[in-house]
């Protein structure tokens, strides 16, 4: 049907308007989401601090990294003296082998743990960070960000007011301090297997490869929480670290993976746990730091001629535990995780339902991890 001329015209200007409109819009969108995405890359420190890799795509490889992690932060070493009020070593927790450890209080009122030690920027630093920093779990420890400017690399966590579980466990003697009651050390248990679960369970699994008592820190309610997770890679890496402040790593590590080919499997893990599980319930010290020089059996070689010498393994508990119905059941879990073929060895899974279920019965379904903790350090009271 022929259309009438000014029909024609109408139709025609109408058309014409409306792709317009489209285009504009398109305009205004496509401004949006490039500006959104320069925002986001300037909320990430951008790489021309005076120490930062003067190469140009080391710095974009960096940003892109942090934009797509989204959880890194990149602080400014100004930022990580002030609050430490310059490194005094007032705020000076420990060493370990990444360096010293201090802790901060940040502007907006976050107290932290600052790992530093001396060493040139890197790629690969800021890359394996911006990778570990993506982990987040309730019994994780988080790793906030990182630092490197005058000639010194920064880790930052959050900082755990009631240190880690070995400070607990024992004095500085090595004697037992029989400090935390039975349900407390199965929370503590169950907190760092659900730890480790989390970590293997990423495609590919993470392994923590350094996984001992004194990586597992607790919070103000006594909840436990893996550290210095992704840490042995860095230290590879790198050709600064210190020696280990207790020289317990060893005891922890694997046979099967020290002493064969070398290889990175979650069941080194399971090993390690075992061997902290071992500590947890005998409040016995894998080695005695007091006496490291000292020869004395293992603590796995120890609990496993005690199960074979005698049905119970009463001798084993911890003297302020004697009497525990389930203790044992915890020490035979620590030697099935550290048998010493792999295959043998249950999955984090399988020991976080074993535990899980000890707790449950042990709690009667009401108590909550980690009553009766006390020590809590505000941050008011951190630069006193
Ligand atoms: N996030 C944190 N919160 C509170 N204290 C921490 C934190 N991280 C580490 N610490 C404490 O700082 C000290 C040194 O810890 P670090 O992890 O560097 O070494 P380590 O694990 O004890 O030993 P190594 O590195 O030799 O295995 C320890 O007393 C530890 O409990």
New binding site residues.
């Given amino acids: 049907m022929p259309q009438n001329q000014d029909g024609g015209h109408k139709s025609h200007a109408g058309a014409i308007a409306g792709a317009v409109v489209g285009a504009v819009v398109l305009v205004a969108i496509s401004i949006g989401l490039v500006s959104l995405c320069l925002m986001r890359v300037r909320h990430w420190p951008s790489a021309t601090s005076d120490t930062a890799s003067s190469d140009p795509s080391a710095q974009e490889g960096a940003i892109a990294a942090a934009v797509e992690a989204q959880h890194a932060k990149q602080f400014a070493f100004q930022e990580l003296d002030h609050a430490t009020k310059g490194f005094n070593p007032s705020n000076l927790?420990?060493?370990?082998?990444?360096g010293l450890?201090y802790k901060g209080l940040l502007e907006d009122g976050t107290i932290v743990?600052i790992?530093t030690r001396a060493s040139a920027p890197t790629q690969e630093f800021v890359t394996e960070v911006v990778n570990l920093s993506q982990l987040r779990h309730k019994n994780v420890?988080s790793l906030l960000g990182f630092c490197q400017e005058h000639d010194h690399q920064m880790l930052v966590?959050?900082?755990?007011p009631n240190?880690?579980v070995s400070?607990h466990l024992c004095d500085p003697n090595g004697n037992p301090t029989g400090e935390l009651d039975f349900k407390q050390r199965v929370a503590i248990a169950l907190g760092a297997a659900r730890g480790l679960e989390y970590l293997h369970s990423g495609n590919p699994p993470r392994v923590h490869q350094?996984f001992k008592t004194?990586?597992v820190?607790l919070d103000e309610n006594l909840v436990a929480k893996v550290?210095?997770v992704g840490l042995s890679k860095l230290l590879v890496t790198s050709h600064n670290a210190m020696p280990?402040?207790?020289g317990s790593?060893s005891h922890f590590a694997d046979p099967a993976a020290v002493y064969n080919t070398y290889r990175v499997d979650p069941k080194s893990d399971v090993y390690s746990y075992g061997v902290f599980l071992l500590e947890l319930i005998s409040g016995r010290q894998a080695i005695n730091r007091s006496r490291p020089a000292q020869p004395s059996p293992g603590i796995v070689e120890w609990a496993r001629s005690l199960q074979e010498s005698s049905s119970s393994m009463e001798g084993m508990v911890d003297k302020s535990l004697v009497g525990t119905e389930e203790a044992g059941t915890l020490l035979l879990l620590g030697l099935h995780c550290t048998a010493q073929s792999p295959e043998k060895r249950p999955t984090m899974s399988q020991v976080s339902q074993q535990v899980e279920r000890i707790l449950d019965k042990e709690r009667g379904g009401i108590v909550a991890a980690g009553e009766g903790a006390t020590v809590v350090t505000l941050g008011s009271e951190l630069f006193k």
Wanted: proline share 0%.
């Fill in positions: 927790i420990g060493r370990g082998r990444f450890v743990a790992k420890v966590y959050d900082y755990l240190g880690s400070s350094d004194s990586n820190l550290t210095d280990s402040a207790n790593s």
